[in-house]
Protein backbone atom coordinates (compact mmCIF):
# COMPACT_ATOMS: atom_id res chain seq x y z
CA UNK A 1 0.00 0.00 0.00
CA UNK A 2 0.74 3.60 -0.73
CA UNK A 3 2.78 5.69 1.90
CA UNK A 4 0.10 7.70 3.71
CA UNK A 5 2.22 11.09 2.80
CA UNK A 6 1.88 10.30 -0.79
CA UNK A 7 -0.11 13.23 -1.45
CA UNK A 8 1.35 16.46 -1.29
CA UNK A 9 -0.02 18.62 1.74
CA UNK A 10 -1.31 21.52 -0.04
CA UNK A 11 -3.12 20.05 -2.85
CA UNK A 12 -6.32 21.15 -2.19
CA UNK A 13 -5.17 24.08 -0.68
CA UNK A 14 -8.19 26.27 0.00
CA UNK A 15 -10.45 23.80 -1.34
CA UNK A 16 -14.43 22.66 -0.54
CA UNK A 17 -15.22 19.24 -1.18
CA UNK A 18 -18.73 17.30 -0.04
CA UNK A 19 -17.92 13.55 0.58
CA UNK A 20 -21.46 11.31 0.97
CA UNK A 21 -21.81 8.13 2.96
CA UNK A 22 -18.90 9.44 5.38
CA UNK A 23 -19.63 8.15 8.57
CA UNK A 24 -17.39 4.66 7.91
CA UNK A 25 -15.46 2.65 5.22
CA UNK A 26 -14.21 4.99 2.04
CA UNK A 27 -16.38 7.79 2.70
CA UNK A 28 -14.70 7.70 5.93
CA UNK A 29 -11.07 6.88 4.37
CA UNK A 30 -11.50 9.56 1.35
CA UNK A 31 -12.51 12.37 3.28
CA UNK A 32 -9.21 12.01 5.72
CA UNK A 33 -7.03 12.11 2.88
CA UNK A 34 -8.46 14.98 1.34
CA UNK A 35 -8.14 16.82 4.44
CA UNK A 36 -4.66 15.59 5.21
CA UNK A 37 -3.81 17.18 1.54
CA UNK A 38 -5.00 20.33 2.55
CA UNK A 39 -9.07 20.49 1.77
CA UNK A 40 -11.55 21.74 4.09
CA UNK A 41 -14.23 18.74 3.84
CA UNK A 42 -17.99 18.53 4.64
CA UNK A 43 -18.87 15.16 5.48
CA UNK A 44 -22.94 13.67 5.69
CA UNK A 45 -24.52 9.80 6.31
CA UNK A 46 -27.50 9.63 8.31
CA UNK A 47 -25.22 8.17 11.19
CA UNK A 48 -24.55 11.52 13.62
CA UNK A 49 -22.37 9.90 16.38
CA UNK A 50 -20.58 8.42 13.68
CA UNK A 51 -19.95 11.46 11.84
CA UNK A 52 -18.72 13.09 14.89
CA UNK A 53 -16.30 10.66 15.07
CA UNK A 54 -14.82 11.12 11.51
CA UNK A 55 -15.42 14.59 12.06
CA UNK A 56 -12.84 14.57 15.18
CA UNK A 57 -10.41 12.79 12.36
CA UNK A 58 -10.84 15.05 9.55
CA UNK A 59 -9.81 18.35 12.21
CA UNK A 60 -6.88 17.00 12.95
CA UNK A 61 -5.70 18.01 9.67
CA UNK A 62 -8.94 20.59 8.15
CA UNK A 63 -10.25 22.42 11.33
CA UNK A 64 -12.75 24.25 9.52
CA UNK A 65 -14.56 20.92 8.18
CA UNK A 66 -18.07 19.87 9.07
CA UNK A 67 -20.87 17.30 9.33
CA UNK A 68 -24.26 17.46 8.29
CA UNK A 69 -26.65 14.16 8.42
CA UNK A 70 -28.37 13.82 5.43
CA UNK A 71 -30.93 10.44 4.22
CA UNK A 72 -29.59 10.35 0.60
CA UNK A 73 -32.50 8.55 -0.66
CA UNK A 74 -34.46 12.02 -0.23
CA UNK A 75 -33.71 14.86 -2.53
CA UNK A 76 -34.83 17.58 -0.22
CA UNK A 77 -31.95 16.58 2.90
CA UNK A 78 -29.87 16.54 0.02
CA UNK A 79 -30.49 20.23 -1.35
CA UNK A 80 -30.64 21.66 1.88
CA UNK A 81 -27.36 19.91 2.64
CA UNK A 82 -25.58 21.23 -0.30
CA UNK A 83 -27.26 24.92 0.19
CA UNK A 84 -25.61 24.50 3.65
CA UNK A 85 -22.00 23.97 2.30
CA UNK A 86 -22.04 26.98 0.01
CA UNK A 87 -23.96 28.93 2.75
CA UNK A 88 -20.76 28.50 5.16
CA UNK A 89 -18.03 28.61 2.48
CA UNK A 90 -19.07 30.08 -0.48
CA UNK A 91 -17.99 27.85 -2.88
CA UNK A 92 -17.70 23.81 -3.80
CA UNK A 93 -14.92 22.31 -5.44
CA UNK A 94 -14.88 18.89 -4.96
CA UNK A 95 -18.24 16.58 -4.94
CA UNK A 96 -17.51 12.59 -3.85
CA UNK A 97 -20.73 10.65 -4.20
CA UNK A 98 -19.48 7.63 -1.99
CA UNK A 99 -23.15 7.08 -0.19
CA UNK A 100 -24.56 3.70 -0.93
CA UNK A 101 -26.12 0.22 0.32
CA UNK A 102 -25.80 -3.04 -0.73
CA UNK A 103 -29.01 -5.77 -1.68
CA UNK A 104 -28.08 -9.44 -1.64
CA UNK A 105 -31.48 -11.34 -2.35
CA UNK A 106 -32.90 -12.96 -5.77
CA UNK A 107 -34.85 -11.12 -8.17
CA UNK A 108 -37.54 -12.82 -7.51
CA UNK A 109 -37.11 -12.18 -3.87
CA UNK A 110 -36.91 -8.49 -4.12
CA UNK A 111 -40.05 -6.62 -3.36
CA UNK A 112 -40.98 -3.00 -4.60
CA UNK A 113 -39.58 -1.24 -0.89
CA UNK A 114 -36.49 -2.98 -1.62
CA UNK A 115 -36.00 -1.69 -5.26
CA UNK A 116 -37.22 1.65 -4.77
CA UNK A 117 -34.96 1.99 -2.03
CA UNK A 118 -31.79 0.77 -3.33
CA UNK A 119 -32.73 2.91 -6.53
CA UNK A 120 -33.04 6.44 -4.50
CA UNK A 121 -29.99 5.44 -2.36
CA UNK A 122 -27.44 4.41 -5.18
CA UNK A 123 -28.60 6.30 -8.36
CA UNK A 124 -31.24 9.26 -7.37
CA UNK A 125 -29.29 10.16 -4.71
CA UNK A 126 -26.00 10.90 -7.34
CA UNK A 127 -28.26 13.03 -10.19
CA UNK A 128 -29.36 14.73 -7.51
CA UNK A 129 -26.16 16.14 -5.66
CA UNK A 130 -24.55 16.82 -9.06
CA UNK A 131 -27.94 18.90 -10.06
CA UNK A 132 -27.89 20.26 -6.82
CA UNK A 133 -23.91 21.03 -6.39
CA UNK A 134 -23.17 22.10 -9.88
CA UNK A 135 -24.44 25.33 -9.87
CA UNK A 136 -22.19 26.08 -6.78
CA UNK A 137 -19.10 24.69 -9.06
CA UNK A 138 -16.92 26.82 -11.23
CA UNK A 139 -14.18 25.80 -13.65
CA UNK A 140 -11.81 23.50 -12.56
CA UNK A 141 -14.16 21.49 -10.05
CA UNK A 142 -13.86 17.90 -9.91
CA UNK A 143 -16.44 15.33 -9.48
CA UNK A 144 -16.22 11.45 -8.86
CA UNK A 145 -18.60 8.89 -8.10
CA UNK A 146 -18.16 5.63 -6.66
CA UNK A 147 -19.88 2.46 -8.60
CA UNK A 148 -18.45 -1.00 -7.80
CA UNK A 149 -17.48 -3.54 -9.97
CA UNK A 150 -21.17 -5.31 -9.82
CA UNK A 151 -21.47 -2.53 -12.30
CA UNK A 152 -19.08 -4.49 -14.43
CA UNK A 153 -19.77 -7.92 -13.73
CA UNK A 154 -22.54 -10.50 -13.15
CA UNK A 155 -22.65 -11.33 -9.41
CA UNK A 156 -25.34 -13.35 -7.77
CA UNK A 157 -28.40 -11.89 -5.80
CA UNK A 158 -26.95 -8.32 -6.77
CA UNK A 159 -29.03 -7.73 -9.86
CA UNK A 160 -30.47 -4.48 -8.23
CA UNK A 161 -27.58 -3.39 -6.53
CA UNK A 162 -25.24 -4.23 -9.63
CA UNK A 163 -27.88 -2.43 -12.04
CA UNK A 164 -27.60 0.71 -9.82
CA UNK A 165 -23.89 1.13 -10.10
CA UNK A 166 -24.32 0.00 -13.94
CA UNK A 167 -26.06 3.09 -13.79
CA UNK A 168 -24.23 5.11 -11.92
CA UNK A 169 -20.71 4.55 -14.30
CA UNK A 170 -23.09 5.18 -17.67
CA UNK A 171 -24.43 8.70 -16.06
CA UNK A 172 -20.68 9.31 -15.50
CA UNK A 173 -20.29 9.28 -19.00
CA UNK A 174 -22.68 10.90 -20.17
CA UNK A 175 -22.30 14.03 -17.81
CA UNK A 176 -18.24 14.28 -18.44
CA UNK A 177 -19.95 15.89 -22.50
CA UNK A 178 -22.57 17.74 -20.41
CA UNK A 179 -20.46 19.15 -17.78
CA UNK A 180 -17.39 20.11 -19.71
CA UNK A 181 -18.35 23.25 -21.25
CA UNK A 182 -18.54 24.40 -17.89
CA UNK A 183 -15.26 23.04 -16.85
CA UNK A 184 -16.13 20.23 -14.79
CA UNK A 185 -14.70 16.79 -14.89
CA UNK A 186 -16.56 13.75 -13.46
CA UNK A 187 -15.03 9.90 -13.31
CA UNK A 188 -16.07 7.26 -11.59
CA UNK A 189 -14.12 4.55 -9.37
CA UNK A 190 -15.09 0.75 -9.05
CA UNK A 191 -14.30 -0.51 -5.89
CA UNK A 192 -13.91 -4.44 -5.86
CA UNK A 193 -14.05 -6.49 -1.99
CA UNK A 194 -12.68 -3.54 -0.12
CA UNK A 195 -12.50 -4.24 3.67
CA UNK A 196 -15.84 -2.28 5.16
CA UNK A 197 -18.88 -2.79 7.48
CA UNK A 198 -20.79 -2.94 4.12
CA UNK A 199 -19.22 -5.86 3.10
CA UNK A 200 -18.45 -7.33 6.26
CA UNK A 201 -22.44 -7.28 6.38
CA UNK A 202 -22.63 -9.03 2.95
CA UNK A 203 -20.33 -11.84 3.99
CA UNK A 204 -22.21 -12.72 6.96
CA UNK A 205 -25.83 -12.75 5.62
CA UNK A 206 -24.07 -14.77 2.59
CA UNK A 207 -22.42 -17.13 5.56
CA UNK A 208 -25.83 -17.65 7.18
CA UNK A 209 -27.62 -18.36 4.40
CA UNK A 210 -25.56 -21.34 3.98
CA UNK A 211 -24.92 -22.04 6.99
CA UNK A 212 -21.44 -22.11 6.46
CA UNK A 213 -18.18 -19.34 8.96
CA UNK A 214 -17.90 -16.08 7.40
CA UNK A 215 -14.48 -17.18 7.27
CA UNK A 216 -15.38 -19.35 4.25
CA UNK A 217 -16.89 -16.77 2.38
CA UNK A 218 -13.99 -14.38 3.02
CA UNK A 219 -11.88 -16.99 1.80
CA UNK A 220 -13.84 -17.36 -1.70
CA UNK A 221 -13.71 -13.65 -1.93
CA UNK A 222 -10.33 -13.59 -1.99
CA UNK A 223 -9.62 -16.29 -3.98
CA UNK A 224 -11.70 -14.76 -6.78
CA UNK A 225 -9.04 -11.95 -6.60
CA UNK A 226 -5.85 -11.56 -8.96
CA UNK A 227 -3.97 -10.39 -5.54
CA UNK A 228 -5.62 -12.86 -3.36
CA UNK A 229 -6.83 -9.85 -0.40
CA UNK A 230 -9.44 -7.48 0.09
CA UNK A 231 -8.66 -3.68 -0.11
CA UNK A 232 -8.06 -1.48 2.71
CA UNK A 233 -10.49 1.79 2.07
CA UNK A 234 -7.37 4.12 1.88
CA UNK A 235 -6.34 1.98 -1.06
CA UNK A 236 -9.93 3.30 -2.63
CA UNK A 237 -9.89 6.91 -1.62
CA UNK A 238 -6.25 7.20 -3.08
CA UNK A 239 -7.78 6.89 -6.42
CA UNK A 240 -10.64 8.98 -5.37
CA UNK A 241 -7.50 11.61 -4.42
CA UNK A 242 -5.86 11.50 -7.95
CA UNK A 243 -9.62 11.73 -10.14
CA UNK A 244 -10.50 14.86 -7.92
CA UNK A 245 -6.86 16.35 -8.47
CA UNK A 246 -5.54 18.62 -11.12
CA UNK A 247 -3.34 15.71 -11.49
CA UNK A 248 -5.95 14.05 -13.10
CA UNK A 249 -6.96 17.32 -15.25
CA UNK A 250 -7.20 15.37 -18.83
CA UNK A 251 -9.22 12.41 -16.90
CA UNK A 252 -12.82 12.99 -17.76
CA UNK A 253 -15.45 9.99 -17.98
CA UNK A 254 -13.48 7.20 -17.07
CA UNK A 255 -14.35 4.71 -14.68
CA UNK A 256 -11.47 3.21 -12.87
CA UNK A 257 -11.65 -0.48 -11.38
CA UNK A 258 -9.79 -1.20 -8.48
CA UNK A 259 -10.60 -4.62 -7.62
CA UNK A 260 -6.87 -6.22 -7.39
CA UNK A 261 -7.37 -7.71 -10.56
CA UNK A 262 -11.09 -9.65 -9.96
CA UNK A 263 -12.57 -8.71 -13.22
CA UNK A 264 -9.42 -9.08 -15.65
CA UNK A 265 -10.11 -12.83 -14.55
Not at 6 to 21: D, H, Y
Not at 44 to 66: H, I, T
Not at 196 to 204: C, F, I, S
Request: hydrophobic share 40%.
Amino acid sequence: MMDEDIFNKKLFENKIAIVTGASSGIGEATAIELAKSGCTVAICARRENELKRVLKEVKKYASESMYKTCDVSKTEQIKDLVDAVYKKYGRIDILINNAAIVLVKPLGETSEDDFRTVVDTNYKNVVSFVKYTVPYMKKGSSIVNVASISGHVGEINHAVYGGTKGAVISLTRALAWELAPKGIRINSISPGSIDTPMLHNDVAGEAKRRGVSPDVIRKETENKIAIKRWADPKEIAYGIVFFASEAASYVNGTDLLMDGGEAAG
